[in-house]
């Protein structure tokens, strides 16, 4: 690994050497600098772009360009006259300085170039044909070439440190803005421009109001000649595997016009190549965002959906049976209609064991798990005029989830779990935008959710060692049986009302106020009751000798936010600032075992916000808000509930909320003079009666209850990335640093648990049009725990290694090999591999045809391992994988 890191920079530094330096000041007629000015330099002989730039604040621009060659010179910009001029390059730098004219002409000028990057106002435009060297074959290829662009250990696109929030096509949302869907699954060559739109506002009439410097979209706009009929692929594969016979189908297909689009992504296969994972179902949110985002309240409806076990990505079986498709129909001018459907299954086998310290116990467990998940979404948008603009959202989600576990204690014994659940919710969302005239601007946003979640849990014990007795006696289970098998169902119906009313008035070009009126009406109700099952089928519904004999809920609990707000908005130079408050009276209600608890207050919330532009491609921001945040009934519920059967819980109904106060700076800056992106955030919170749990161990069995914690916790961090291209060579450095400290209770007694990680990636890529090209990464963390007194370090380190390589533009060829070495303060230092390869042939880049070999897991390692902490216990987890598959593919392109 070392040679080759070092081979890379021999070369990088040995083609630096061999370029010739062009650089100067580009200035109008009146020698005033231009900045983002546009500059080229074409080889005359081959034609080809060779190098291009655009010029910083100063006028100034910088090509390397090689040695004894020809070129063509060509300068632009808006309202200026294209400049052309030939350059004969020779063995020295030259510093030449252009001054361009204006441009006067009606006539339609014809470019006879594209420019790889252009940048107007806030739109960063990248010409996709410039970041390709013929490997590509989904978006997410391009991407990852284009400067200050990365997709994430999650799949999320980010642009300069920030999250993308929507992905459009053609300038209509792509199954609602999904970025990872877009991006894995788009044809590479069906793109023609990536534009990035930074300070994005989906609301044209707010643009000029609100504070987007965060939103950051992508519009992804078609080659012509595919804007009026379909494109896409289909990939049908085969192969074999120690256990079964493989099998891939993945149709992709794509259809856009100017007034209505179709797109349908399909996946049949059992090789673990998954188009969406269920956590990427789980969190599709269909672009619903909550109106009082910014209100300073939060408060959580909780999930009790099942807690699957199995990463996706690690797992022994893998089944996965996908349906997507999505649509857009523009009826006319003023009313566009969309929507989506997704229907997803999958089936998936694991195998884990695990060593857990304190209290001791190695587990081994096998699982199974299925889970069909439906999304269906309609949305449409109505805006007859400029003044009005009215949009209407409504998403329906059902699953129905199932688990089947077998569990092998050293404590407990084996246990068999089963776990199902069959929920739904119903999502809609109303928002009109008013334009009274250009001083006074109206908003009302409106959204209701309905929630119903029914999870059922069921254990068989079989308790070799009567460590469970103790536990079962509390529970006040019969004890008299050979096994103990113990059930519960549990209902939480949740219904909210999130509705707020603004108003802008806009004082003068520079300055606006902002006043808010906002409500979160909820209501939820949770049912729950433990029995257990009897040895000729009955069930025995038992009465605890703990928790005063609670062992069922039926609660009620409603909460109330009525708030106001009030921000002033002001431009002065290169600062925007935000200061701002909003008042609340808030009310929660919850009904139990005929008892009420209720707690009605007012609360003042400040936030603030300034932001310095010092350049068009560099800021820095600062913002601080304090935040309410308010629990779900699950945690207000007195009676037991089985989280597991060896973790049970009850709640505590006169909970208090928590508050914290939230710092966050961010500093960024984009720059294509010399190709350098920086992006940084440092962010600190301050946590005041923190709602934490309460933990008594019966031997592994762990029972809790809930407080608030009249000691604040506290969380800081620190992050970055350093980028920069050199030629045809780019490097980075991401960093992290997180510290946190909590309180937490444990059998009566308060310890503090400090958590310190510090992680560091540096990489280095190149980007050869002919070469093949190799990435290089190296990623090093460390992570120290205090759990009260018991300290614990965690060092990974794991180099990677990436090439990609375009053979005589027929063949492709890609493999990724990385290593992972784990070492532990109190254990042996552990590692495994991995190593996949690609190899695929088509007779030129747009044959119809191609043929792909796919191997994963070349190494045909067994299992991966990991070690970690969650709060209380230390542990080391060894996951079992899927052996080495190859398979033989053929794909069709349309």
């Known amino acids: 690994m070392k040679k080759i890191f070092f081979l890379l920079l021999f070369l990088a530094a040995t083609y630096s050497y061999a370029q010739i330096k062009l650089q100067g000041v580009v200035r109008d007629s009146l020698k005033q600098p231009l900045e983002l000015a546009s500059i080229v330099a074409f080889n005359q002989e081959t034609k080809a772009l060779e190098s291009y730039g655009v010029t910083n604040e100063l006028g100034n621009y910088s090509l390397n360009l090689k040695k004894n060659v020809t070129y063509k010179i060509q300068i632009s910009y808006v309202a200026m006259k294209i400049l052309e001029e030939s350059l004969e390059v020779k063995e020295v730098d030259i510093v030449k300085d252009f001054t361009l004219q204006p441009e006067n002409s009606l006539d339609a000028i014809e470019l006879i170039y594209e420019m790889p990057v252009t940048i107007r106002g806030d739109t960063v435009t990248y010409n996709a044909d410039s970041f390709q060297n013929g490997s590509e074959r989904k978006l997410?290829?391009?991407?990852?070439?284009?400067?200050?662009?990365?997709?994430?250990?999650?799949g999320q696109i980010e642009v300069e440190g920030k999250v993308v929030n929507k992905l459009m096509v053609n300038g209509k949302d792509f199954f609602d803005g999904d970025t990872k869907l877009a991006s894995k699954n788009i044809p590479a060559k069906a793109v023609d421009k990536i534009q990035v739109l930074r300070n994005y506002s989906e609301v044209n009439q707010l643009r000029g109001v609100t504070n987007n410097q965060d939103n950051v979209a992508l519009n992804i706009k078609l080659k012509e000649g595919k804007e009026n009929f379909w494109f896409g692929d289909i990939t049908l594969g085969a192969g074999t595997s120690p256990d079964d016979e493989l099998y891939l189908l993945q149709p992709k297909l794509f259809y856009y016009t100017p007034k209505y689009s179709i797109n349908f992504i399909g996946d049949l296969n059992n090789t673990g190549e998954l188009a969406l994972t269920r956590r990427d179902i789980r969190n599709f949110g269909g672009g619903f965002r909550s109106p009082s985002r910014s209100s300073?309240?939060?408060?959580?409806?909780?999930?009790?959906?099942?807690?699957?076990?199995?990463?996706?990505?690690?797992?022994?079986?893998i089944e996965n049976q996908l349906a997507s498709a999505n649509f857009s129909y523009a009826v006319n001018p003023a009313l566009d209609l969309s929507g989506f459907v997704i229907f997803n299954s999958s089936q998936i086998a694991s195998r884990e064991t695990s060593f857990v310290q304190f209290p001791e116990e190695f587990t081994e467990r096998n699982n199974n798990e299925r889970s069909n998940q439906g999304l269906v979404k309609l949305s449409a948008s109505y805006q007859p005029n400029f003044s009005n603009q009215l949009e209407y959202d409504i998403l329906g989600r059902i699953s129905n989830d199932r688990q089947r576990q077998n569990l092998f204690s050293s404590v407990i014994g084996n246990t068999n779990q089963a776990e199902e659940v069959t929920p739904y919710n119903i999502n809609q969302s109303l928002q009109y935008y008013y334009t009274l005239d250009e001083d006074n601007i109206f908003s009302l946003e409106a959204q209701h959710l309905l929630k119903n979640?029914?999870?059922?849990?069921?254990?068989?014990?079989?308790d070799e060692n009567n460590e469970y007795d103790a536990t079962a006696a509390d529970l006040g289970f019969d004890s008299s049986l050979d096994t103990y098998n113990i059930g519960q169902n549990r209902r939480i119906k949740s219904n909210q009302l999130d509705a707020k009313l603004d108003y802008f008035h806009i004082l003068n070009p520079r300055s606006n106020l902002n006043f808010t009126l906002g409500t979160i009406l909820s209501s939820q109700e949770f049912n729950s009751n433990l029995f257990q099952f009897l040895n000729d089928g009955t069930t025995f519904n038992p009465t605890p000798t703990i928790n005063n004999g609670l062992a069922v809920n039926d609660t009620q609990y409603n909460f109330t936010d009525v708030y106001f707000g009030a921000h002033y908005r002001l431009k002065t130079g290169k600062f925007t600032i935000t200061p701002g408050f909003s008042l609340h009276a808030y009310g929660n209600k919850n009904t139990q075992f005929g008892a009420t608890y209720k707690d009605n207050f007012l609360r003042l919330l400040p936030d603030f916000e300034t932001r310095i532009q010092f350049k068009k491609s560099e800021s820095l921001t600062l913002s601080y808000n304090m935040r309410n945040q308010f629990t779900d009934v699950t945690r207000l519920a007195q009676g037991l509930v089985l989280n597991n059967f060896n973790s049970i819980q009850s709640g505590t109904p006169d909970l208090q909320n928590a508050l914290s106060h939230n710092v966050n700076l961010i500093y960024s800056s984009f720059n294509l003079f010399n190709y350098t992106n920086v992006f940084a955030r440092a962010a600190y919170s301050n946590n005041i009666d923190q709602i934490r749990s309460s933990t008594e161990f019966d031997n592994v069995i762990r029972?809790?209850?809930?407080?608030?914690?009249?000691?604040?916790?506290?969380?800081?961090?620190?992050s970055g990335r350093v980028q920069r291209t050199f030629g045809k060579v780019r490097a980075?450095?991401?960093?992290?640093?997180?510290?946190?400290?909590?309180?937490?209770?444990?059998?009566?007694?308060?310890?503090?648990?400090?958590?310190?990680?510090?992680?560091?990636?540096?990489s280095i890529r190149t980007n050869f049009k002919v070469a093949p090209n190799v990435t290089l990464r190296y990623r090093y963390s460390i992570s120290d725990n205090n759990q009260g007194g018991r300290k614990t370090q965690f060092i990974t380190t794991s180099p990677s290694i990436d090439i990609d390589a375009y053979i005589l533009k027929r063949v492709t060829f890609r493999t990724n090999y990385s290593y992972t070495n784990q070492a532990t303060s109190n254990g042996p230092s552990q590692s495994f591999q991995t190593w996949d390869a690609r190899l695929s042939y088509r007779k030129d880049r747009d044959a119809k045809w191609e043929y792909e070999i796919n191997a994963t897991n070349l190494?045909?390692?067994?299992?991966?391992?990991?070690?970690?902490?969650?709060?209380?216990?230390?542990?080391?987890?060894?996951?079992?994988?899927?052996?080495?598959?190859?398979?033989?593919?053929?794909?069709y392109s349309l």
């Open 296 to 317: 300073g309240t939060s408060i959580n409806l909780g999930d009790n959906s099942l807690n699957f076990l199995t990463n996706q990505n690690n797992a022994v079986e």
């Open 453 to 462: 979640e029914d999870p059922f849990y069921n254990a068989v014990l079989e």
């Open 859 to 891: 190494l045909n390692i067994s299992s991966q391992v990991t070690n970690g902490e969650n709060g209380i216990s230390v542990f080391t987890s060894e996951t079992f994988i899927q052996p080495r598959f190859v398979t033989f593919r053929v794909v």
């Open 140 to 154: 997410e290829d391009i991407l990852e070439n284009l400067p200050g662009v990365e997709i994430n250990e999650d």
């Open 703 to 718: 029972t809790n209850t809930f407080l608030n914690s009249a000691f604040a916790d506290e969380n800081a961090s620190l």
């Open 732 to 762: 980075s450095v991401n960093a992290g640093f997180n510290y946190s400290k909590f309180n937490q209770f444990i059998e009566e007694e308060r310890s503090v648990n400090e958590a310190y990680t510090q992680s560091y990636t540096p």
